[in-house]
């Protein structure tokens, strides 16, 4: 069963850094996308940053400049590197991705969830 794992939320002040990470595990032949989204007290789930397989990036307005996704292939997995922080970027982040599951000669697609990491940003 493929599963994601998020870590690295916490507790921060305004204007620190923190980095998730988004593990994927199972039997999994290739990821097409890895993104990050996010849901506050509240609020629903919004797209916080996407990248593609070939390495193409996607932002929400809200964090460009401040925030990179990035992935390790190797690895399968996903990190968002999230800078000067506010207290408005206090949410569950979770991870989600679109990929192959299964042997290179029988695959299904699937998309997955993470199970979600809480971050708080006190100012």
């Known amino acids: 069963q493929v599963q994601l794992v998020e870590s690295g939320g916490g507790l921060v002040q305004a204007g620190e850094t923190l980095r998730l990470s988004c593990a994927a595990s199972?039997?999994?032949?290739?990821?097409?996308?890895m993104g990050w989204y996010r849901q506050a007290p509240g609020k629903q789930r919004v797209l916080v940053a996407k990248?593609?397989?070939?390495?193409?990036?996607d932002y929400a307005d809200s964090v460009k400049g401040r925030f990179t996704i990035s992935r390790d292939n190797a690895k399968n997995t996903g990190y968002l590197q999230m800078n000067s922080l506010k207290s408005e970027d206090t949410a569950v982040y979770y991870c989600n991705a679109g990929l192959r599951e299964g042997t290179s000669y029988s695959y299904r697609y699937r998309e997955v969830w993470g199970q979600g990491t809480l971050v708080t940003v006190s100012s």
């Open positions: 990248i593609t397989s070939g390495g193409s990036t």
């Open positions: 199972g039997s999994i032949v290739s990821i097409n996308y």
